[in-house]
């Protein structure tokens, strides 16, 4: 895969849109995000055989409509969650690398939102539940200052290439957040549980087995997911208050995709035994 470089990424962010970057830009940054979108949208996202013959600019095109779409959150704008993106980069470190690499992680991570809820909306349409409401991915789930969007909370970036003393604190961080999700667990609602697993494994949420066992319909169901989450990052909050932003932020964002995780693990079976046919 492609490598990308800090000057793409500011170039991209200035102009706000990958058409009116440079053909360096474009290149660099195309090449390395079609790929991640093809393998995220695959089998899910109704023009996913489209994209697989399109160019990998026109699939980053792609990405950027549906999350100009998406972006529609009260306060929040197609420009707003691009500055979300700079200050977090700034804030990850002085090397170019830093920052190089924390746009590829949360780039990755919005690549791996869409991904996720094109597939719910394509669900939706097929099952008429299109009425119910879709939160976006862009609002907060608190009401601190530069808190967290959802759209951080459900994707897994990938962790890999660190040196060996960054290894080290990276592996601690993933035993605090593995902890603090376990703990939080036991404080769960089993509706709770099952939207979130619901979430990581992008399962629908109007499966009737699901509704049966949270005991609620689609509608209440709908809205656990948030929810849930909310309640958990509030709890995390609480837990660091003295903590940098940074570091906190990455407790937050790791905890929450080990809490999906073993949510996910509770969710009934999709193919139910010959027996209750």
């Keep these: 895969m492609r490598q990308t470089t800090l000057a793409a990424w500011l170039e991209w962010k200035k102009t706000c849109a990958l058409r009116d970057c440079t053909d ?8 390395w995000g079609a790929p991640i979108f093809l393998n995220q949208t695959r089998n899910t996202y109704a023009r996913s055989e489209l994209l697989l013959k399109a160019s990998p600019v026109e699939v980053w ?8 779409e998406k972006t529609r959150t009260p306060g929040v704008t197609g420009r707003e969650w691009k ?12 090397t170019h690398d830093d920052q190089r690499i ?38 907060p ?3 601190d200052p530069g808190a967290i969007p959802f759209w951080e909370l459900y994707a897994d970036a990938d962790h890999g290439g660190l040196d060996p003393a960054t290894a080290v604190a990276d592996a601690q961080l993933h035993d605090i957040a593995h902890r ?4 939080w667990l036991t404080k769960m609602e089993l509706r709770e549980k099952l939207a979130l697993g619901c979430k990581h494994v992008k399962r629908s949420l109007a499966d009737p087995a699901v509704l049966s066992m949270a005991g609620c319909k689609h509608s ?15 709890f995390l909050e609480e837990q660091y208050p003295d903590e940098d932003a940074r570091t906190r932020r990455e407790l937050i964002s790791r905890a929450a995709f080990e809490l999906c995780h073993l949510c996910a693990t509770m969710l009934p079976s999709e193919n ?6």
Aim: hydrophobic share 35%; proline share 4%.
């Design 24 to 31: 360096e830009t474009k290149a660099a940054l195309s090449e």
């Design 61 to 68: 095109y792609e990405f950027e409509a549906i999350v100009q």
């Design 83 to 94: 500055n979300h993106l700079l200050r977090c980069a700034q804030a990850s470190g002085p």
């Design 102 to 139: 924390t746009f590829e992680k949360m780039i990755t991570k919005r690549l791996q939102w869409e991904a996720r809820e094109s597939a719910e909306k394509e669900r939706r349409a097929r099952e008429g539940t299109k009425d119910v409401k879709i939160v976006s991915g862009d609002e």
């Design 141 to 143: 789930t608190s009401d």
């Design 180 to 183: 603090d999700a376990e703990v």
């Design 220 to 234: 209440v169901f709908n809205e656990e997911p948030q929810k849930a989450m909310r309640r958990f990052v509030r």
């Design 272 to 277: 139910p035994p010959a027996s209750d046919l």
